[in-house]
C-alpha cells in the first residue's frame, strides 16, 4: 500500500473527519470520515502520480486487458487517464440504465469476449463497484481484477469481492491512511478513538 498517495490524500483534504456531524452513506452508515478521490482530478500531479500507480498494479497483477472501465461518477476521470496511457479502449457503466435513448448501462464500445479491468476511485460496503462487475459479465466481458486508489477493508466488502469471484487491488487503504495522519498530525487522539470504533462496527456506529 503507497503511504506516498494517502499523504496525497491528506494534502488536498479529500479527507475530511467530522465525528460531531457524521456523514451518511448511500448504504445508510453514518461515518464520521468521508474520502472524496474525485477532488484529485484537479491537481495535476496527484492525479498523474495516481494513473500511473494503477498501470504498475495492472501490469504486475492482471493479464493484459483490452478495455479499461471507469465506474460512475468517480472512476470515469482516472479510468480514463489510465485508459490513455495504457493507449487501451475506454468505457464507463453507469449505476443504472438511462431512462431515454439507447438505455445503455455501460457507454463506449465493449464486445464479447475482451478482458476488462474496472477502475474505482474508493471501494466501500463493494455494492456499486460489483453492479458495474456485473455490468461487464451479462454484457460478455470478462473481468480480470478492479482496482481502486482506496479500500476502507471491511469485511463485508472482502467478502463480496470474493463471492463475486473479482480480485481487488487497490493502491492505498483505510490503515495506511489513518498511519499517515497520525503522522501529519492530521486528527489527534480523540478522533483516533472514534475512527477505530467505527471501523470495527461502521454498520453499527451511532444507528
Not at 127 to 150: H, T, Y
Amino acid at each position: 500500500m503507497s503511504p506516498k498517495i494517502a499523504d496525497n490524500l491528506l494534502r488536498i483534504k479529500a479527507v475530511q473527519i467530522n465525528p460531531e456531524t457524521p456523514y451518511e452513506w448511500a448504504s445508510g452508515w453514518k461515518s464520521p470520515i468521508y474520502c472524496d478521490n474525485r477532488k484529485t482530478l484537479s491537481y495535476p500531479d496527484v492525479r498523474s502520480f495516481i494513473r500511473d500507480e494503477f498501470v504498475k498494479t495492472i501490469d504486475k497483477n492482471m493479464s493484459k486487458p483490452d478495455v479499461i472501465a471507469g465506474v460512475a461518477t468517480g472512476g470515469i476521470g482516472i479510468g480514463a487517464l489510465v485508459a490513455e496511457k495504457m493507449n487501451l479502449p475506454f468505457v464507463y457503466i453507469r449505476s443504472s440504465a438511462k431512462k431515454h435513448g439507447m438505455q445503455n448501462m455501460i457507454e463506449g464500445v465493449l464486445t464479447k469476449g475482451q478482458k476488462v479491468v474496472v477502475i474505482e476511485d474508493l471501494v466501500s460496503t463493494g455494492k456499486s463497484s460489483l453492479l458495474a462487475v456485473d455490468a461487464i459479465r451479462e454484457a460478455g466481458g470478462e473481468i480480470i481484477g478492479m482496482s481502486a486508489i482506496f479500500t476502507y477493508g471491511f469485511e463485508k466488502a472482502e467478502k463480496a469481492f470474493k463471492d463475486a469471484n473479482c480480485e481487488l487491488y487497490t493502491l492505498t487503504n483505510y490503515s495506511t491512511l489513518i498511519d499517515r495522519a497520525i503522522a501529519e498530525k492530521y486528527i489527534d487522539k480523540k478522533n483516533l478513538e472514534t475512527l477505530t470504533q467505527w471501523r470495527l462496527m461502521p454498520d453499527k456506529w451511532r444507528q
